[in-house]
């Protein structure tokens, strides 16, 4: 998918929706479908690279409040965790 096609979308959901989306079907499909598990968090360092800075802080925000970085290391595991 085209950059600017994936920050369309991003941008009509909103961009905290759109990263918890993926997230949590990475979380979802880790131990059935590895490879879309793993495609769903590359989506969400894309996103992460294409937003300016000012998202960054919310996208901060939203991502600490769903618990520690030891939370979610221990949550997701994808091929060669």
Do not use: K, Y
């Not at 085209?2 to 941008?11: G, K, N, Y």
């Not at 360092?45 to 600490?64: H, K, T, V």
């Amino acid at each position: 998918m085209p950059d600017d096609a994936l920050l369309d979308q991003v941008r009509a959901i909103g961009v905290t929706a759109a990263r918890n989306l993926l997230f949590d079907e990475a979380v979802r499909l880790q131990h059935t479908d590895r490879q879309t598990a793993t495609d769903c968090v590359t989506l969400v360092g894309r996103i992460d690279a294409l937003l300016p800075m000012a998202d960054q802080q919310a996208r901060a925000e939203s991502w600490n409040s769903r618990g520690s970085a030891a939370d979610r290391a221990r949550t997701v595991r994808m091929p060669g965790s």
